[in-house]
T-cell receptor, first 112, second 116 residues
């Protein structure tokens, strides 16, 4: 069965610093991978997704993620964060079936 | 383009009472999802519809939860009777395609349910 582990429940970082949010998945078959962001009092919205092709995926708001099949990881990165990036970030995996499995989330807190 | 609409936004009920949530997906989206998001956890799929048929309800507690999607558009999720552990945010999402690679899911703002 597939599963998703987000290794950090909270990540505090200063404004303009780089950040990496870690995500590992478990699956015996090919996967499709997603990062969603949830701003306070809002629904989730897609940041980026990996379906096939280049393993480096660029998303909205300057975020990018790299699919590493050998390490079964899909870490999210941003070279310089803003206060407005404060939110909860969810990694998700789908193996081509109906169900997308979400991780528990990582709360990014950007400090001035 | 209008997003996914949900109502109500907040609901407080006593345990053993009933409650219903409503979702209007993005126009033309064939697939509709209901998720339960307990505080501190990621969304957990309760039920997934493709048009007006159920494709996955394996994690829906069918003794108390029910959902329908009439005419393949709007959907309602009902809990009867509610338990304390049902306190959560209930998210509705929709996506366009029904086949091929998984499609982007568009989420509504959610309904925050508190069971006292």
């Amino acid at each position: 069965a597939q599963s998703v582990t987000q290794l950090d429940s909270q990540v505090p970082v200063f404004e303009e610093a780089p950040v990496e949010l870690r995500c590992n998945y478990s699956s015996s078959v090919s996967v499709y991978l997603f990062w969603y962001v949830q701003y306070p009092n809002q629904g989730l919205q897609l940041l980026l997704k990996y379906l096939s092709g280049s393993t480096l995926v660029k998303g909205i708001n300057g975020f990018e993620a790299e699919f590493n099949k050998s390490q079964t990881s899909f870490h999210l990165r941003k070279p310089s964060v803003h206060i407005s990036d404060t939110a909860e970030y969810f990694c998700a995996v789908n193996t081509g079936g109906f169900k997308t499995i979400f991780g528990a989330g990582t709360r990014l807190f950007v400090k001035a | 383009e209008a997003g996914v609409a949900q109502s109500p936004r907040y609901k407080i009920i006593e345990k053993r009472q009933s409650v219903a949530f409503w979702c209007n997906p993005i126009s033309g989206h064939a697939t509709l999802y209901w998720y339960q998001q307990i505080l501190g956890q990621g969304p957990k799929l309760l039920i997934q519809f493709q048009n007006n048929g159920v494709v996955d309800d394996s994690q829906l507690p069918k003794d108390r939860f029910s959902a329908e999607r009439l005419k393949g558009v709007d959907s309602t999720l009902k809990i009867q009777p509610a338990k304390l552990e049902d306190s959560a945010v209930y998210l509705c999402a929709s996506s366009l395609r029904t086949s091929g690679a998984p499609d982007t899911q568009y989420f509504g703002p959610g309904t925050r349910l508190t069971v006292l």
